[in-house]
């Protein structure tokens, strides 16, 4: 038999993955595991821990390359995310930021012993060490490599805090198992022959003898085994000449290298294509030294673990992520409770006034006041009291689709209740504006259902914008996310606040619309407060509380949309916010608008309606005279009576405007042609006698119909064109009838004049003194009830 020839290699100390490609070294073998023979082990021990999120730290070098690129291959066989792969020269800091960045925990290691004390270095800086993150780096450092390769400006406490509780993976270089192997020895024994000899030679150990020893005893047993087949078949052919070439040899060899299996002082020594499948072991570092805490059998594939000797420094292993647990900020059940509580009361209050409306609402003072339109105060109040309790629920007590329901319907509620009880005190101030600011209209009766239609119409306004908003633009339910926090209990989580809001794509434009609408009618309502504020009847005039009440909601309106913006995020503060905003506004305009009609009806229930004199003034601009107005005393039971005292009150000052025009124009021509004309005309004696005859506009027997009596005289009298002659003759001061008698006694009897007809239509009291009459001379309006007096001044 040739044997020469034979052409394969066999290491036991090259661990380059580099010669695990077969294609280039197809005869190679190793007695020692290669480089890349960790990495199944450290897969098997991050599936352990269900560890299924890592990253990778690499020196630039080739050998520290391969390995990460066969690590890569096997963590997406496990279906294990590689969160962020780094490679560094020389500074490694940057990159160990980037890992902390992207929330990497796990962290894989492949650098050499002097690179890997900047990387700690690094590390404890960066805070990246301690119970929330796990360091796994090559365990073939030499022994104390920290004191040796510390090049950084951190100090050696400093690195072995951050190192404290790195794992560290490398190959068994002897066995733990006690068995006798091949060479009838067990590992520990041959580890205790093997000393003997170093000590005696005076020589370093390496950590690749056991692999070498291992190495001859299969160079041994592949040559025994060749020849043994080698014999076989020359006995098989023994009729023949056998030979057998160098290409057969050497496959023959390959073969039975490749079926090697024996326990040896390293473990149990098998090939798989070349590469030897040992055992693969796991240090960890604890208080400065490293501690095995279990072994992975490549040919078994078991990790076997001591996890009594295996120490983290938390409470449990690392998280591989940091595990983000969503919490909804939500309001408070205590304050909850407490508003709601508050807001019963409120509606307990509006009930309250309801009733007492209801009971009494056909007494003088609570008719007067519209008790239907005060119903619909209290029922618009009961409303916006109602929104608080929905405003306080969140997706903590409804679920998402609920939630969206729970949007629309306290919007509609809020919206509605506002309308509503404004709606209605606007309506109720309207009719009262409407009466006592035209003086001139017919006679007309402002009945509820006329208020009711008024109202109606602000709520179809709002129905339709409330329809359009709903159809075009729904509102939503949408989760704003915040940034993380710390777990308040100190676990290894991070707690992401969310909040849920009521938002749509054009928020700000329908929220605009209903602020506009809202705020024309605030200001409607406080021009009729305005209008009506000398309008002195409590029963009737609520202008006061009115504008109290409008002043109060828009500041607090105000104040309170802008707070609630602001504090979007804190929930608790925005709905208490909100809530008593809501609570005051509608608790004070209730008040303000049944409080004073129950201390009426207490103490002084005919006080409110009783006929007081009121002024009502009205600025009218004609030419160059400005006329105010004064009304009094006007019982709304009976309209029908002032409308006809305000009829005829029209009608006099017409007839009084006629007749100072007729006066002016007796005067200008007595004053014109005093020499020139000796008589007076016919026509005009009469109209002066008819001015100065106007009598007493008094009552009827009944008292309720005025009317007036013009008195003109009937003798007759010489007409001053026919005059005798001998009159016309007599000096200025015997005839009484001359053009400067006349002028001067017209002159004195004007001022007496307006004295004399103003109390015949309500107007000054004849009483009063004048300088050209008697308290007698004047009469008086004795018979007017005073229930409908009416005082024209100004004229």
């Not at 039975?256 to 070349?274: H, L």
């Not at 009594?308 to 992520?321: N, V, Y």
């Not at 405003?391 to 919206?415: A, N, P, Q």
Request: with cysteine.
């Amino acid at each position: 038999m040739d044997y020469h020839g034979i052409s394969g290699q066999l290491s036991f100390a090259a661990t380059t993955p580099v010669l695990a490609d077969k294609k280039k070294y197809p005869n190679f073998f190793r007695t020692v595991p290669s480089d890349n023979a960790v990495n199944p082990a450290v897969v098997k021990f991050l599936n352990y821990y269900n560890w299924s999120r890592v990253g990778t730290l690499t020196q630039d070098v080739q050998r520290f390359s391969e390995v990460r690129n066969d690590l890569t291959n096997e963590l997406e066989k496990a279906d294990i995310q590689i969160a962020d792969t780094e490679s560094f020269s020389n500074d490694p800091c940057v990159n160990v930021k980037k890992l902390k960045d992207n929330d990497v925990r796990i962290i894989i290691g492949q650098f050499d012993e002097n690179l890997a004390s900047k990387v700690f270095c690094c590390a404890y800086n960066l805070n990246m060490f301690g119970s929330k993150y796990q360091w796994i780096i090559p365990g073939w450092y030499q022994g104390n490599w920290w004191e040796q390769a510390n090049t950084t400006n951190c100090t050696t406490k400093k690195l072995l805090t951050a190192m404290e509780g790195y794992i560290s993976v490398d190959f068994e270089p002897l066995s733990a198992r006690q068995i006798k192997g091949i060479s009838g020895r067990t590992p520990k024994e041959y580890e205790r022959e093997y000393s003997q000899e170093l000590q005696q030679k005076g020589v370093e150990a390496s950590k690749f003898h056991g692999f070498a020893y291992d190495g001859i005893w299969v160079i041994a047993k592949t040559f025994t085994r060749v020849m043994e087949l080698l014999r076989v078949k020359q006995r098989q052919n023994t009729y023949h000449n056998f030979t057998v070439d160098d290409r057969e040899v050497g496959k023959l060899v390959l073969d039975v290298m490749n079926e090697t299996n024996f326990f040896g002082v390293t473990g149990q020594v098998m090939f798989r294509n070349g590469e030897r499948m040992g055992t693969i072991k796991f240090n960890q570092f604890q208080e400065g030294q490293e501690v095995k805490v279990g072994e992975y059998n490549a040919i078994a594939d078991v990790l076997d673990l001591i996890n009594t000797s295996i120490r983290f420094q938390g409470l449990e292993p690392p998280k591989d992520r940091t595990f983000v647990r969503l919490q909804r900020r939500h309001i408070n059940v205590p304050l909850y409770s407490i508003l709601s509580t508050i807001t019963i009361l409120g509606m307990l209050m509006a009930g309250a006034f309801l009733f007492f409306n209801i009971k009494n609402r056909n007494h003088r003072l609570i008719k007067m006041s519209s008790p239907y339109m005060n119903n619909l105060i209290i029922l618009g109040g009961m409303l916006s009291y109602a929104s608080i309790f929905l405003f306080g629920l969140d997706g903590g007590f409804v679920s998402d689709k609920e939630f969206e329901t729970l949007c629309t319907v306290r919007t509609w509620i809020l919206i509605v209740g506002y309308t509503t009880a404004f709606g209605a005190m606007f309506a109720k101030t309207w009719r009262v504006h409407a009466i006592f600011k035209n003086v001139k209209m017919k006679k007309k009766i402002i009945k509820d259902q006329k208020l009711l239609i008024i109202v109606g119409g602000m709520l179809l306004i709002d129905l339709c914008i409330l329809i359009c908003w709903q159809i075009v633009d729904p509102l939503k339910r949408t989760v704003e996310e915040y940034s993380l926090e710390a777990d308040p209990q100190g676990r290894d989580i991070a707690i992401r606040p969310f909040l849920e809001h009521c938002e749509n794509t054009h928020m700000t434009i329908w929220l605009g619309i209903v602020y506009a609408y809202k705020g024309l009618l605030m200001l409607f309502g406080c021009f009729l407060a305005w209008e009506t504020r000398n309008v002195s009847i409590p029963a009737l005039n609520d202008s006061k509380y009115i504008g109290m009440s409008v002043y109060n909601v828009g500041i607090m309106c105000i104040i309170g949309a802008a707070v609630s913006f602001l504090t979007r995020d804190q929930p608790n503060v925005q709905f208490c916010i909100v809530a008593l905003v809501i609570i005051f506004c509608s608790t004070i305009t209730l008040c303000l608008v049944f409080v004073p009609k129950f201390i009426t009806m207490r103490t002084n229930p005919d006080a409110a309606t009783q006929n007081r004199r009121l002024k009502f003034t009205q600025n009218q601009k004609k030419e160059d005279s400005k006329t105010s107005t004064s009304v009094t005393s006007v019982n709304q039971a009976n309209t029908s009576r002032l409308d006809g005292l305000q009829t005829d009150n029209h009608r006099l000052r017409m007839r009084i405007t006629e007749l100072d025009k007729e006066l002016e124009e007796v005067t200008m021509q007595l004053q014109d042609t005093p020499e020139k004309t000796p008589y007076i005309k016919q026509n005009h004696y009469p109209d002066a006698n008819n001015i100065l005859s106007i009598r007493n506009f008094t009552d009827g027997k009944d008292g309720e119909k005025s009317i007036l009596k013009n008195h003109l005289e009937q003798k007759p009298q010489a007409q001053w064109g026919s005059m005798d002659p001998s009159r016309i003759n007599r000096g200025p001061l015997e005839d009484i009838n001359s053009p400067e008698h006349i002028q001067r006694r017209l002159s004195l009897q004007l001022p007496i004049l307006h004295h004399a007809y103003l109390p015949s239509i309500g107007g000054v009291d004849a009483s009063c003194t004048s300088p050209n009459g008697s308290p007698g001379s004047s009469p008086r309006h004795r018979h007017m009830p005073p229930s409908y007096r009416v005082m024209v001044s100004g004229l």
